[in-house]
């Protein structure tokens, strides 16, 4: 069985999201980061990052969400949560949730996680005023560039689907209307819809 680390209101929600959709046999671990678990001992004895998510497998400990997805997508394959017989439009997803990775998320963590990037408390403030500019820009090429519609990757729901959906409920804490964006807004309300989603919500309370 797989075991998912996961918080609430983290980047591991898109991973929790796809375990259901792919009908997958595993358990939850909730990390309390308010609590500050994730440095603990026990935790990072598990992901050394400190970070979630972690999705332990029979073969060891997997990290980064974009790596996880496919994981699923690719021990599932019937739930054809990913193009695998299409070199091509893989690498689109692997492209799309790269920059979820490495720059949308990025960006929000400025907001509120200055002190990994600075030590002047000042700093830490320009970065969040900067924050809504930031992601209004990102999520403006996800709307005009990369979300094809209805799903990220056209008429096929995939992978990039939860991560999209998690990362743009982040919009509303980073001072940022996801009205602003027509095509990402009836994204996230379907994703919403779907059962593996109100299934994976449902364990957070």
């Known amino acids: 069985m797989l075991k998912l680390f996961t918080a609430k209101m983290t980047c591991a929600?898109?991973?929790?999201?796809?375990?259901?959709?792919?009908?997958?046999?595993?358990?939850?671990a909730?990390?309390?980061?308010?609590?500050?678990?994730?440095?603990?001992?026990?935790?990072?004895?598990?992901?050394?990052?400190?970070?979630?998510?972690a999705l332990v497998t029979d073969r060891g400990v997997l990290t980064e969400t974009p790596a996880i997805l496919v994981?699923?997508?690719?021990?599932?394959?019937?739930?054809?949560?990913a193009p695998l017989d299409d070199p091509f439009a893989l690498a689109q997803l692997q492209a799309f949730n790269s920059y979820l990775c490495?720059?949308?998320?990025?960006?929000h963590a400025h907001g509120r996680r200055g002190a990994r990037w600075a030590d002047d408390p000042a700093a830490w403030e320009a970065m969040k005023a900067k924050l809504p500019d930031n992601m209004t820009q990102c999520f403006r090429l996800i709307e005009?560039?990369?979300?094809?519609?209805?799903?990220?990757?056209?008429?096929?729901?995939?992978?990039?689907?939860?991560?999209?959906?998690?990362?743009a409920n982040w919009l509303k804490v980073d001072g940022v209307d996801i009205a602003d964006f027509?095509?990402?807004?009836?994204?996230?309300r379907r994703v919403a819809e779907r059962p593996a989603t109100q299934a994976a919500l449902a364990a957070y309370g």
Not at 102 to 107: D, E, L, P, W
């Open 13 to 28: 929600m898109a991973s929790h999201i796809a375990l259901e959709e792919a009908g997958a046999d595993y358990e939850i």
């Open 30 to 53: 909730t990390v309390d980061f308010g609590r500050n678990q994730q440095r603990e001992p026990d935790y990072l004895a598990v992901n050394p990052k400190g970070r979630v998510p």
């Open 71 to 81: 994981y699923i997508a690719q021990t599932h394959p019937d739930a054809g949560l």
């Open 102 to 107: 490495a720059t949308v998320h990025v960006a």
């Open 144 to 167: 005009d560039e990369m979300l094809q519609g209805p799903w990220v990757l056209g008429e096929r729901y995939s992978v990039c689907d939860p991560y999209l959906h998690t990362v």
């Open 182 to 188: 027509p095509k990402t807004a009836d994204h996230f």
